[in-house]
């Protein structure tokens, strides 16, 4: 550990640390990493939401090595059948007619290479996406990520619109029946009635309302990029039937609805592949990255053939993505999950944990949101605002102390982000309720 210290500095300060005493990872396996010292840690958080099925697991080792020794790089300049072979098993996974897969790098150029698709298709250049929302740090969407502790001061994002967030918790609508989850908003009543969502109509309305405003008087947008559920934001979910409709409002414009699945996709809601899916909605463009490799360098974007046929017009070109290296890992990510059933754990592993957490008493905990292995718990103080920085962090330090790596997120960095590798057990999931629990009694 101290050789690491000496080297430290030759990584930039903005390098997110998340751990005053931060810990040297040395091994992954299944749902655990361990460090240098040999200690065991439950890893809730899989590298931010990309450790799919498991740290090093074996199937998707074997295919890594296996192609390895055969072919590692040609570009996209010659043919491969690694990556027909799953361009052809990923697009399966697609309704029709969402048929076209670009491979990239990450969830970054994913949603970059949206943009450019929409706007090159839509022959516009505005587009909007929702307040709170990350999708990426690429100097063309980085103005979709409308989180302020991630923005630097050189231009970036031009012509992309903000729309308010549609936060049953901490929206100005919202209430107890609103959301698709177990876990429903605490100490906030709504009249929503089955099949029907008042803070859906009334987010709808804004949403409309905006778009009178800033594209009455334009060619209209050309796309609305959002995630189907926010994921550095803190886990926040739409009121139901909220994503079907801004879909609908953008495409009745002629503009393109772009559903970013990069931390909701590959099953990880469990009731549905995707999570645009569990709201009924059908987008024009899906961006997802993350899971997609279980950690490897890895994204797709996937389309309509009319949407890609369009792009045709200028020549694009990709050095590394869908390599024959990412195309086999990628494959061997997809047969794990059917095989193994991870999406099936998914929802009965995530509902028992939502469940579980919403059980806590504490007072600090304002907020239990969530679906399937996307989880949210959202910290506050006494006045219901958001707990403290240093509380927060006490409480994030001390679980990692406990043998449990979460992450954090949202706006003020309150909401502990629980997303784990998809076959976690409930046996782990006790003991992240524990530790949980106990370190937001001793820090609170």
Known sequence: MQRVQQLRPLLPKGHVSYYKDQILVTKGEGQFLFDQNGKKYLDFFGGIVTVSVGHCHPK???????????????????????????????TAKFPDPLKVVYLVNSGSEANDLALALARNYTGRFDVISMRNGYHGMT???????????????????????????????????????????????????????????????????????????????????????????????????????????????????????????????????????????????????????????????????????????????????????????????????LEVIEEEKLQENSANVGDYFLKQLDSLSESAIGDVRGKGLMIGVELIDEQGKPLAAAKTAAIFEDTKNKGLLIGKGGIHGNVLRIKPPMCITKKDVDFAVDVISKSIKQFK
């Open 139 to 333: 100097q063309t969407v980085l103005g979709a990520t409308n989180l302020g502790n991630w923005k630097p001061v050189y231009p970036h994002g031009f012509n992309i619109f903000k729309s308010l967030n549609a936060d049953p918790y901490r929206g100005i609508f919202g209430g107890d029946k609103c959301r698709d989850s177990p876990c429903q908003v605490r100490n906030r009543k709504c009249a929503c009635s089955p099949g029907k969502c008042e803070a859906a109509d009334k987010y709808i309305e804004q949403f409309d309302e905006m778009l009178l405003h800033d594209f009455s008087h334009s060619s209209g947008p050309a796309a609305f990029l959002i995630e189907s559920i926010q994921g550095v934001g803190g886990t926040v979910q739409y009121p139901k039937g909220y994503l079907a409709r801004a879909y609908k409002s953008i495409q009745s414009r002629g503009g393109l609805a772009i559903a970013d699945e990069v931390q909701t996709g590959f099953g990880r809601l469990g009731s549905h592949f995707w999570g645009f899916e569990s709201q009924s909605a059908m987008p024009d463009i899906v961006t997802m990255a993350k899971g997609i490799g279980n950690g490897f360098p890895l994204g797709a974007v996937v389309t309509t053939k009319e949407i890609a046929d369009a792009f045709n017009r200028s020549l694009y070109f990709n050095t590394y993505g869908g390599n024959p290296l990412a195309s086999a890992v990628g494959k061997a990510v």
């Open 60 to 90: 998707v080792n074997a295919a890594l090595h296996e192609q390895s020794k055969k072919l590692w790089h040609t570009t996209s300049i010659y043919h491969t059948e690694p990556i027909y072979e799953y361009a052809q098993k990923l």
